[in-house]
């Protein structure tokens, strides 16, 4: 999986106007909102499973929900007041272009971390090819001056790490059982009745 900006995990955040009278999660109830699209893990999925967990339905308590597709899109209508909160991934306020817009914003709360996306390959691929593959990935290193130009193309990956199946049970557990119904039936709108893990990989890759 790739390591982004140094780190194997990321996570959703939920953003407000730092002046605003919003401060703990019960606050948001009676607010406006926006998500990005829901085909998205940290501008929709996981802050919309915080917010069901912290005993809040997006559907009925608040005033309004639009989906806006783009972070910065987000983050620019709570600045300029069109939505009291949003949701977006956890370093998105990079996206802004001045410090002085960055201190109007707050965290509200972070979701839980989840890891960076996998790199899948075919079940039947034969395995030395495989590690013939894993191999090449493991040498792009942002620190290793022969690969570094490499990442730089593709942004904002520093390298690569090892990962197992196993390590994303949690989210299989996530999507398989406490909110399958959540995943299946607000999947991306052009998938006719995917399979759970199914969608679980496309939140993973759209992070």
């Known amino acids: 999986m790739p390591i982004w900006s140094g780190k194997p995990t990321y996570r959703g955040a939920i953003i407000v106007r730092a002046d605003s009278n919003i401060n703990k999660i019960g606050d948001l109830k009676g607010k406006t909102f926006a998500f990005t699209e829901k085909s998205s893990a940290s501008g929709y999925f996981l802050p919309k499973i915080f917010l069901m967990d912290n005993g809040i339905d997006p559907e009925k308590d608040f005033a309004r929900v639009e989906y806006i597709k783009k972070h910065d899109n987000i983050l620019y209508n709570i600045l300029y007041k069109k939505f009291d909160a949003g949701a977006v991934y956890d370093n998105a306020t990079a996206l802004l272009k001045t410090d002085a817009e960055r201190a109007q914003l707050k965290v509200l709360v972070y979701t839980t971390d989840i890891l960076n996306e996998p ?23 942002q620190n290793n001056k022969n690969s570094s130009a490499i990442l730089d193309t593709i942004g904002r990956i520093t390298g690569f790490q090892k990962v197992k199946d196993s390590d994303y049970d949690s989210v299989v557990e996530l999507v398989e059982n406490k909110y399958r119904n959540l995943f299946v039936d607000e999947g991306p709108a052009e998938s006719s009745g995917p399979k759970a893990i199914e969608t679980a990989e496309v939140m993973m890759k759209n992070q």
């Open 119 to 141: 790199i899948m390959v075919r079940k039947d691929m034969p395995e030395p090819l495989v590690e013939k593959i894993t191999a090449a990935f493991m040498k792009l290193d």
